[in-house]
């Protein structure tokens, strides 16, 4: 017997429509029970993990549903508020492996697992399960803080977070799939925005969270305690996920094994290996990780290198990486070789779509040049400024892009000609300009209050840019590439777009840190050596390795005044490169070109359609994105 709730939960997804999204197509349960298709398209269309939690979904009571929510913010909150507790202590635990200047390695590795695992984690998705999903991101999440915590060199750390950056990286993404899939596309841009929220807060209280840590044991609890506070955080989920899918079961509504399915019926180990090898791509995902990994890694390295740039080593790993991403496009254009392909190649014939995604890398390149990851070490060495205080200066750039980021959703659905360009343009002028006014307050002698000042223009310009450029690369995959009459490759062309801006955003973050690597080590060693007195010089390789040993030495001492002008000096130096690389955001603002998307609602971006949709309402669809 089915209660109130039961139908009132079951309308956010209702019969007879189809909901296409980034992640795959979700299709209704026949009367049957057995969970085929009754729409136009092909039941081998369908992946398993979609018709599961489509049919999942029509079982959630009220009740169910909100607890499932309650524990997705509740894991939200739970892993924004490590991201700030071990952002502080990222610094103290490189550098009790003296090894400081590796701190932008270790940015680099999760740059790069971050930019890649967005696609692959939604297959599997699809693939396995929602529920197996989450259990795979939650897992890789605790093998990371306990292999963190415990590790006793640099490679042992940074390699734990490969594991740590793939978990985190997946949960971000598939809590975004739940709610696509528990909601109605109305409810669905208020209730995305629920994972985003607790940053508000956490931003705040992780730092001092990290230094009650520091206070009062090692920073290594600060990673461990995180091994059972996620997985605690994630089992009313699970619970919900594995209790209505089992009611499901029992309704009729999802079969334990479906038969009739040409993949899977009858299929060798070797055939279904080989049509996972295609559904998830694993063959571009290798080039396009293993190439960036390749490149970028070395860069932060070369410093360390006795030989620099001529270290042979160096240059056949940058070379070779060179390589896999040229072999990448390739790859992707043959459909033998990649019939799902990670970024299908007539999404680069749109001018708008290539100057977002530009925009995306050259924007958050700039911000981990300018900020990422010295900057915070730059306020304990340089200003001498506590961990609660540096903390919140540091994240004060997130905290203010998150609320610009709301501000500007809100201020583009309620214009009367909703146009996301103009955003964009007063964005990138007001990150170029926060960047120029970084030059002039990020002195030794700067307030405290300056800091949060500039570092709040900075975010806010972000924010602005972020959201506009999201919406107009969905607006142009939507209406310039060509959808063979389709709503649902429409659909699909909207969300491979947005993977796509995501990931170049994230490999942004991969090269600004790599170029700040690169610049941190050739200028601090040097600078250390030119200025600290004759009698430490001796000491100048353990001080540039570790900020607890910079620390040390008394405020105002020859030797700090030595070392805090070595880090002033670059961190200059750093500022002038991000100013340089806002050129080309200015020029990618300029280039995207203006959408209006007041007309998306009829079977545009994230548009829920009942039934098939003829070439004729797509040609007429497509025209509602007019540009301008």
């Known amino acids: 017997m089915t209660t109130a709730g039961d139908e009132h939960a079951r309308t956010l997804l209702r019969p007879g429509q189809r909901d296409v999204r980034d992640y795959g197509?979700?299709?209704?349960?026949?009367?049957?029970?057995?969970?085929?298709?009754?729409?136009?398209?092909?039941?081998?269309?369908?992946?398993?993990?979609?018709?599961?939690?489509?049919?999942?979904?029509?079982?959630?009571?009220?009740?169910?549903?909100?607890?499932?929510?309650?524990?997705?913010l509740l894991m939200a909150f739970t892993v924004s508020l490590e991201g700030q507790v071990t952002y502080s202590l990222a610094a103290f635990a490189v550098s009790s492996f003296n090894n400081h200047s590796l701190l932008s390695t270790v940015y680099v590795v999760q740059g790069v697992v971050n930019a890649v695992i967005k696609p692959p984690m939604a297959k599997i998705a699809d693939v396995f399960g929602r529920l197996e999903a989450f259990c795979i991101s939650v897992l890789l999440c605790v093998v990371g803080y306990v292999q963190m915590a415990a590790s006793h060199n640099v490679e042992t750390y940074a390699s734990a977070q490969i594991f740590y950056s793939a978990g985190s990286t997946g949960l971000q993404i598939l809590q975004q799939v739940f709610i696509a899939d528990t909601s109605d596309f109305l409810n669905r841009a208020l209730f995305s925005s629920l994972p985003?929220?607790?940053?508000?807060?956490?931003?705040?209280?992780?730092?001092?969270?990290?230094?009650?840590?520091?206070?009062?044991?090692?920073?290594?609890?600060?990673?461990?305690?995180?091994?059972?506070?996620?997985?605690?955080?994630?089992?009313?989920?699970?619970?919900?996920?594995?209790?209505?899918?089992?009611?499901?079961?029992?309704?009729?509504?999802?079969?334990?094994?479906?038969?009739?399915?040409?993949?899977?019926?009858?299929?060798?180990?070797?055939?279904?290996?080989?049509?996972?090898?295609?559904?998830?791509?694993?063959?571009?995902?290798?080039?396009?990780?293993?190439?960036?990994?390749?490149?970028?890694?070395?860069?932060?390295?070369?410093?360390?290198?006795?030989?620099?740039?001529?270290?042979?080593?160096?240059?056949?790993?940058?070379?070779?990486?060179?390589?896999?991403?040229?072999?990448?496009?390739?790859?992707?254009?043959?459909?033998?070789l990649a019939p799902h392909p990670l970024l299908p190649l007539p999404l680069l014939r749109s001018r708008t779509f290539c100057a977002g995604c530009a925009l995306g890398f050259f924007y958050f390149a700039v911000f981990y040049i300018a900020v990422q990851p010295y900057f915070y070490s730059y306020l304990l060495v340089a200003l001498n400024l506590p961990v609660s205080l540096a903390g919140p200066i540091?994240?004060?750039?997130?905290?203010?892009?998150?609320?610009?980021?709301?501000?500007?959703?809100?201020?583009?659905?309620?214009?009367?000609?909703?146009?996301?360009?103009?955003?964009?343009?007063?964005?990138?002028?007001?990150?170029?300009?926060?960047?120029?006014?970084?030059?002039?307050?990020?002195?030794?002698?700067?307030?405290?209050?300056?800091?949060?000042?500039?570092?709040?223009?900075?975010?806010?310009?972000?924010?602005?840019?972020?959201?506009?450029?999201?919406?107009?690369?969905?607006?142009?995959?939507?209406s310039d590439v060509p959808h063979r009459g389709s709503q649902a490759r429409a659909q699909q062309y909207v969300g491979v777009a947005t993977a796509s801006f995501l990931t170049l955003v994230q490999v942004g973050a991969a090269v600004g840190s790599a170029v700040s690597g690169a610049v941190w080590g050739k200028l601090v060693p040097a600078k250390l050596l030119e200025y600290l007195p004759e009698h430490v010089k001796g000491e100048a390789a353990k001080i540039y390795a570790s900020v607890v040993v910079a620390c040390s030495y008394a405020w105002g001492s020859p030797e700090r005044e030595a070392i805090a002008r070595s880090y002033q000096e670059t961190i200059t130096v750093l500022l002038w490169v991000a100013l340089l690389a806002c050129g080309p955001v200015l020029g990618m603002a300029v280039l995207v070109e203006d959408y209006r998307l007041d007309g998306f609602g009829k079977g545009g971006i994230g548009q829920v359609g009942d039934g098939d949709t003829s070439e004729e309402d797509d040609t007429h669809d497509r025209g509602d994105a007019l540009r301008e």
């Open 25 to 72: 197509a979700v299709t209704t349960a026949g009367p049957d029970g057995s969970g085929n298709d009754s729409s136009d398209d092909t039941e081998g269309d369908v992946q398993d993990g979609v018709r599961r939690i489509e049919a999942v979904s029509r079982t959630w009571s009220t009740w169910g549903l909100v607890m499932a929510y309650v524990s997705i």
């Open 196 to 336: 985003d929220s607790p940053f508000l807060v956490t931003v705040w209280i992780g730092p001092a969270i990290a230094g009650v840590i520091l206070a009062n044991s090692s920073w290594r609890v600060g990673y461990a305690m995180w091994a059972i506070i996620l997985p605690a955080a994630f089992l009313p989920l699970a619970m919900s996920l594995f209790f209505n899918g089992r009611k499901a079961e029992q309704l009729g509504l999802l079969a334990k094994k479906r038969h009739g399915d040409p993949r899977t019926d009858n299929e060798s180990r070797r055939a279904a290996a080989r049509r996972l090898f295609d559904e998830l791509d694993i063959g571009g995902t290798l080039l396009l990780s293993a190439g960036l990994a390749l490149i970028l890694v070395p860069l932060t390295l070369v410093s360390r290198s006795s030989s620099g740039w001529h270290d042979p080593k160096l240059l056949v790993m940058i070379l070779t990486g060179l390589v896999l991403l040229m072999l990448f496009p390739v790859w992707e254009s043959r459909p033998d």
């Open 394 to 478: 540091t994240q004060t750039f997130s905290f203010a892009s998150t609320i610009a980021a709301l501000l500007a959703s809100l201020l583009i659905r309620r214009l009367a000609v909703p146009r996301p360009r103009p955003f964009i343009l007063a964005g990138a002028a007001l990150y170029t300009l926060a960047i120029a006014v970084l030059l002039r307050t990020r002195t030794r002698s700067a307030s405290v209050a300056s800091l949060f000042a500039a570092q709040t223009g900075l975010g806010a310009g972000a924010g602005l840019m972020h959201v506009a450029t999201q919406l107009i690369v969905q607006a142009a995959a939507s």
